[in-house]
């Protein structure tokens, strides 16, 4: 490109000294914008992206009823009065009211359970991707960065796990306890959902430890464990991001379907899939009871996928 700067030069004036006359001032022009990193273009790329916007308004929202379900709506979820036939049709007129969305079979508010039912489903999701984040990541790298023998044992016991049916292996797991609370919930799906995770920060490490930055880290005489936390671990987290982001919505349809199943949440839970499962009893008189938490689920699934979709294409240099 054309040099913009330009060059000036100062004439001699009356009383100015001889080394004054003649000097060249260069005006550079403005200064060069600093470049981006990885994170800050991606954030530019999100705050224009509407479907990153859309499905990040709704995860907002969705966690703001999981933690603060007081905030809309006064009823309880397990009050039950049977004289509030569930056969009656929504009030659709009252929002917000506890006969907003009719009554279940028990003659519970349906508009209050899906309200606290939120806070199940979330909590799981965010549970156990964080907990397969953790031990993926971690499996992973070592079997990267070390290779030989540890990678050949810890590649084949993922592909050991791979082979397990997530929903089958989780419903046996799940099966075996009697109290099935959110925390065991979590841990059983997390048992089992960890190796995608742990298959993708293997293959980002295995590029990674090659560059040149870890090559002087090594020479220099750096630990590994710093070696791994400080300079490939921020790396790798990208696609890692990428991976879990999207795989949240899945572990939410996951706990619905297994609560559906009724090896989930135990019955004194407040879940979606409980009430779906309800539900289905009486969907030919009163499909409502079925229907709505249905949506709940899948509006909820429908914005993590979106937003795990649109932080991969801004995170992905390739479907720039």
């Known amino acids: 490109m054309p040099d913009k700067s330009v060059e000036k030069k ?50 907002v929202f969705l966690l703001v009823m999981s933690i603060w379900p007081g905030l809309f709506t006064s009823a309880s979820p397990r009050d039950a009065d049977l004289a509030k036939h569930y056969l009656g049709k929504p009030n659709w007129g009252h929002f917000f009211a506890p006969d907003w969305l009719g009554y279940d079979v028990q003659g519970r508010s349906i508009y209050a359970r899906v309200v606290y039912g939120a806070r199940a ?24 960065y ?10 084949r016991l993922t592909d050991i796990f791979l082979g397990i049916p997530f929903l089958l292996g989780a419903l046996v ?11 065991v919930v979590i841990m059983a799906l997390a048992f089992l959902g960890w190796t995608q995770i742990a298959r993708v920060a293997r293959g980002a490490v295995i590029t990674i430890k090659q560059s040149d930055y870890v090559v002087a880290a090594k020479a220099l005489g750096a630990s590994t464990s710093r070696i791994l936390v400080r300079h490939i671990l921020p790396n790798a987290l990208a696609p890692i991001i990428v991976v879990a982001t999207i795989a949240l919505g899945g572990y939410i349809a996951a706990e619905a379907t297994l609560s559906f199943l009724g090896v989930g949440l135990g019955d004194t839970a407040v879940s979606w899939g409980g009430d779906v499962a309800r539900g289905r009893e009486q969907l ?35 479907l720039r």
Request: charged share 15%; proline share 6%.
């Open 121 to 144: 489903s979330i909590t799981v999701g965010v549970g156990v991707t964080i907990a397969v984040t953790i031990i993926g990541t971690f499996i992973g790298m070592i079997a990267g």
């Open 146 to 155: 070390f290779g030989g023998w540890t990678d050949t044992l810890l590649s």
């Open 173 to 183: 797991v799940l099966n075996s306890f009697d109290n099935r609370t959110v925390l």
């Open 10 to 59: 100062v004439e001699a004036l009356p009383g100015d000294t001889a080394s004054t006359a003649g000097v060249i001032v260069t005006d550079s022009g403005p200064a060069p914008e600093k470049p981006r990193s990885l994170w800050s273009d991606a954030w530019h790329d999100l705050r224009r992206n509407p479907l990153f916007l859309v499905s990040a308004v709704l995860i």
């Open 284 to 318: 030919r008189i009163a499909p409502h009871t079925l229907i709505i938490p249905s949506v709940m689920v899948s509006i909820t699934v429908l914005s993590f996928l979106m937003f795990g979709d649109a932080v991969r294409n801004a995170l992905d240099p390739k």
